[in-house]
């Protein structure tokens, strides 16, 4: 199993909570089934839970159309169910997806990328369906597999989704990728769209089309491809087979060499297959001539109440494709908006700004934020020069400059760098002569570009000489990211604010001397952090007992007498990485328990309030106490759901911004 | 004194010497006694330096009353690049060793010929091979009489020291100047930090007053020209310009530290000299080493950082608010019972007091 698969109970325990949240109890029942037992045949899971046949796979219907659960797709063999943890968790960002697609791309954007999060996977000619319903209402004619787990869900995000009342439709589990992704409801959720007062809504199909094919671009939404369904066994299973077949012809390895080369070339298999499903048809974007029919080809289609034999439109490959958020890019996105909020932190407003803009340009090119199968790194590393650094992922001052002009780029600096830049000098205030201002005020907006471009540079310059390098002088005036060690020193930053709450300063400052020196016996530690024994004794021993250091006894005599031994302290950021990442789920898991609870106190007064009579009517129907205690249950909630994103933050940052790392 | 390393040598006096010139030696001893007296303290004289004094009449009247002066304990034999050489006791404590035991005095020496490095009592045991009764016996009692004293090695805190009293213990075994005692002096590193604090701020950090740049009330034809756009409401969307740039919001009157521009960052061997010239610390001199563990620690610290590999500057924070993470600022993140809690039971987030804190609302009671 992968590094980021890595299953625990606790993480068991979470995701199983965040399906039955978002899912409903049925979902969360199989969920747990496949959550306790591992990978399991549909006949197993039907003799581990108390659930028959057809409730379990409408169960299984839900988990793979969300991705959910990875299956195995032999045809010879049964085909075996297993939890996709990655996605389970997920869940947890639902609600954060819509709002950086919207940050970046605009509320449409963001309106096409919640319904694909609530549908799961869905063809192209299904999302123009839901948002330009046909004439007949097509529920009509749908087979019973409806479930209806999905209707009463709470959308736990400041900005609801759409669509949030649809019912996700399913056949039979074993033909899903063929086109049970038709899914419905959505058509309240168009309503909903135009009802709101920011304008997501969608005019037309062309410009649906050029949302979607943008956003492929971007790599925000990709492909669906058979290999997606694989658990990470199968998947390796099957570029190994490639492999083989390439390198062997079809024969058994031999030797240790051609072992190697198998590894070698599957690893390659394994990037080539998944690079595949960020291609981008050519034809999606909004520029294709024959628009206009394509939305009544839509109205016909339907009609005919079938999936194939309508009378293909130009676009009849691309709305065949069935297309999916890409979960990798999130990681991208939201590590985007932490370094923005550590920049704010350390070194202002405007220079964080900056910041974001370098980030997004860079966004483009970045599909994920590490390689989960890269080739190893051969081992003399260090002494190999340098490779070239890839164009797309330079930074060009010139470039960013440009995109500056909504800022105040003068603020944050030195004023004395802006006087070089802009020939004004520093004099003393007239109302205040302890301060010093600018001879002749320098107004942002009309700085010449070259001036701009120089006071840009100086913001990038703060950037390279913070200690956590936010940017890295790469020749030629351009700047690249080294995001593999930012994210390390992310990291690091977390454990040491984790220590810091808990133990106070005394505690950060054992753990950073530890990390700079390695193993240290009492009196070196002393020496490093200039205390007394005495003050960190305790220390230590809190510290270990949380899990953070660890301390190791070396006997010196024979006799092993712990008077003569030697006791060294010392620090594993990996340990403690995973320490905190467990801790950080088991405090989810409260969190979600608590919600439950407290949600539990007003139930009565919440299934009042959720009538559809009441709702909109709350003032007529609820008394003061009533309403009183809804406002009172909603602060609650929003609370604890802002902290369950606030651990989001930290498990992304603890977990998906840099692979395994290796220390001491 | 000397650069050389002393070595003494504990002659046996020649028992005949008085017999053949009687007191007059004695009393010329004691002139020469008193003119090297005359000299700075702690010279070193050789043989030349004694005989050019002229108080002897002859080299070997000399070289006896010499013997006579080291008997006395007036003089101390050493010896540099294998020339003999002396350096002068006062009588007080000529005095006291006059009056020492054969052992204690032989401890003493010893002891004396260590200097500044102090000896450890066992190395001192081992070399002289006396027991360990009459060991401690002795160096009780030289301690008593204010010869010697003890201090404990800082790299080896069991092992006690032993030097002459009027020695200041070298800074291998005492310690640098944030040591006392063997331990570290807090108090002066709370001081020292505080000023390097300073220092470094100085030297890193600038302020900038909220009014630095105020183009934004000067530009009256601009601020009319645009509202008279607005008003007509002609101009097409993508062209305008933002209404307003943004810029952090700022107190009038309050001003903000950014990092200097084209700063000199400090280092070491520049804290060191700055500390030094300031005069704070008496009597103690800062090498750049000792400055360099300051730093060092005041970076693991957090109240400074790395700029480089050789320099620092100041920690700038840009926002006043001290916020952890997601999980620290919830309850569960600083939990004392966090171990313990299980989905159901006696402390599980049903019962929990601090979620009940944290939100306002009530958890079941136990």
């Known amino acids: ?664 | 004194m000397a650069s050389a390393a002393a070595s003494a040598s504990a002659a046996p006096a020649p028992p005949n010497l008085k017999h053949e010139d009687g007191a007059p030696l004695g009393t010329r001893a004691d002139e020469l006694y008193d003119r090297c007296a005359e000299r700075p303290k702690d010279t070193t004289f050789f043989q030349r330096d004694l005989s050019n004094m002229q108080v002897a009449e002859s080299m070997g009247e000399l070289l006896n009353m010499v013997q006579v002066l080291v008997d006395r304990h007036l003089l101390k034999p050493m010896t540099l690049d294998g020339e003999s050489c002396w350096k002068l006791r006062s009588r007080s404590d000529a005095e006291k060793l006059r009056r020492l035991t054969a052992d204690e005095r032989n401890l003493y020496n010893h002891i004396d010929q260590m200097q500044k490095e102090g000896i450890w009592s066992k190395a001192l045991r081992a070399r002289t091979n006396v027991t360990q009764q009459v060991l401690t016996k002795c160096l009780k009692s030289l301690e008593s009489k204010d010869l010697i004293k003890s201090v404990t090695s800082v790299k080896n805190p069991s092992r006690k020291m032993y030097l002459l009293k009027h020695l200041e213990a070298s800074e291998d075994i005492a310690g640098g100047p944030w040591q006392s005692n063997g331990d570290f002096d807090t108090g002066l590193i709370q001081v020292a930090a505080e000023l390097m604090v300073r220092y470094v701020g100085e030297q890193t950090l600038t302020s900038v007053p909220s009014s630095w740049n105020n183009y934004a009330t000067t530009d009256r034809t601009a601020a009319i020209a645009q509202k008279k756009a607005e008003v007509q409401r002609l101009r097409d969307i993508e062209d305008a310009p933002p209404a307003r740039l943004y810029r952090p919001p700022m107190h009038p009157g309050s001003s903000h530290k950014v990092y200097r521009n084209n700063a000199h960052y400090p280092t070491a061997a520049s804290a060191a000299e700055f500390l030094n010239n300031l005069g704070v610390l008496k009597e103690k001199k800062v090498r750049e080493s000792d400055m360099e563990q300051l730093l060092e620690m005041m970076v693991l610290d957090g109240r400074l950082e790395k700029a480089n590999q050789t320099s620092y500057r100041s920690v700038l924070k840009a926002t006043d608010t001290k916020v952890y993470n997601g999980f620290v600022d919830a309850p569960c993140g600083s939990c004392p019972v966090f171990d313990l809690c299980i989905d159901e039971g006696q402390i599980s987030a049903r019962t929990c007091a601090y979620f009940a804190n944290w939100l306002g609302t009530e958890s079941v009671e136990i």
């Open chain 1, 1 to 664: 199993m992968s590094y980021t698969q890595r299953e625990t109970p606790i993480l068991a325990q979470l995701c199983t909570f965040l399906v039955e949240d978002v899912y409903g109890e049925l979902a969360a029942r199989v969920f747990s089934v496949l959550a306790r037992f591992g990978r399991q045949r549909l006949v197993d899971i039907l003799r581990l839970s108390y659930l028959n046949r057809r409730q379990i796979g409408a169960g299984l219907v839900i988990l793979v159309q969300q991705h959910l659960v990875a299956r195995s797709s032999t045809d010879t063999s049964p085909t075996f169910y297993a939890i996709d943890w990655q996605h389970s968790y997920a869940l947890v960002r639902c609600g954060r997806i819509a709002k950086l697609v919207e940050e970046r791309f605009g509320s449409q954007a963001a309106n096409v990328v919640s319904n694909l999060l609530t549908l799961g996977h869905t063809r192209i000619s299904d999302l123009k369906d839901a948002y330009f319903p046909p004439d007949t209402d097509s529920d009509a004619d749908l087979d019973d597999g409806i479930v209806n787990g999905v209707g009463t869900k709470r959308m736990r995000n400041g900005e609801p989704v759409n669509g949030v009342n649809g019912k996700v439709n399913g056949t039979a589990p074993g033909t899903l990728v063929n086109g049970d992704g038709h899914s419905n409801g959505v058509d309240s959720a168009h309503s909903n769209g135009t009802a709101k007062e920011h304008d997501g809504s969608i005019d037309s199909v062309k410009d649906l089309y050029k949302i979607v094919h943008k956003l492929m671009k971007e790599g925000w939404v990709i492909k669906l491809d058979e290999a997606q369904y694989l658990s990470a066994g199968d998947y390796h299973e099957l570029a190994r087979q490639l492999a083989i077949a390439e390198k062997c012809g079809g024969g058994e390895p031999t030797g240790t060499k051609q072992n190697a080369e198998i590894e070698e070339a599957t690893l390659r298999h394994k990037r080539r297959i998944r690079d595949a499903w960020l291609e981008v048809p050519q034809t999606l974007g909004g520029e294709h001539k024959t628009n206009g029919s394509a939305y009544e080809h839509a109205n016909k289609r339907v009609k005919i109440n079938g999936d194939n034999d309508w009378s293909r439109g130009a676009f009849q490959d691309e709305e065949e494709l069935v297309i999916r958020i890409n979960p990798e890019k999130i990681a991208v996105a939201m590590r985007t908006e932490q370094l923005v909020n550590l920049v704010e932190q350390r070194l202002g407003p405007i220079t964080a700004r900056i910041y974001r803009i370098m980030l997004r340009s860079l966004e483009t090119h970045i599909p994920r934020c590490f390689d989960e199968w890269a080739d190893p790194s051969p081992a003399g590393k260090e002494n190999s020069p340098i490779v070239e650094d890839d164009p797309q992922l330079c930074i060009y001052p010139e470039h960013i400059a440009n995109l500056t002009t909504h800022l105040d780029i003068c603020e944050g600096l030195d004023p004395q760098g802006i006087c070089q830049i802009t020939g004004r000098s520093l004099v003393k205030d007239k109302e205040n002569p302890a301060d010093k201002v600018l001879s002749q005020p320098v107004d942002p907006s009309k700085l010449s570009y070259h001036e701009r471009k120089m006071v840009v540079e100086k913001h990038i310059e703060l950037l390279t000489h913070d200690p956590f390098h936010f940017a890295t002088w790469s020749g030629r005036g351009t700047f690249r990211i080294d995001f593999e060690e930012i994210a390390k020193a992310l990291i690091q930053h977390e454990l040491e604010n984790t220590v810091e709450a808990r133990k106070g300063p005394t505690g950060v400052k054992l753990i950073r001397a530890l990390r700079k020196k390695g193993k240290l016996d009492e009196r070196q530690t002393c020496n490093a952090m200039m205390m007394s024994a005495n003050d960190i004794r305790d220390m230590v021993n809190d510290l270990t007992v949380q899990g953070f250091v660890q301390t190791q006894e070396i006997p010196k005599v024979d006799r092993r007498e712990a008077k003569h031994s030697l006791h060294l302290v010392w620090y594993d950021c990996q340990r403690a990485r995973e320490k905190l990442l467990h801790d950080t789920y088991k405090g989810m898991v409260r969190i979600m328990q608590r919600l439950a609870f407290e949600r539990e106190r007003v139930q009565s007064l919440l299934a009042k309030a959720e009538r559809s009579d009441v709702v909109g009517n709350e003032d007529k129907y609820l008394t003061a106490d009533e309403l009183d205690m809804l406002k009172k249950w909603k602060e609650v909630q929003e609370k604890l759901l802002l902290q369950l994103f606030r651990e989001d933050d930290l498990v992304a940052t603890l977990r998906d911004f840099v692979g395994p790392m290796v220390s001491v």
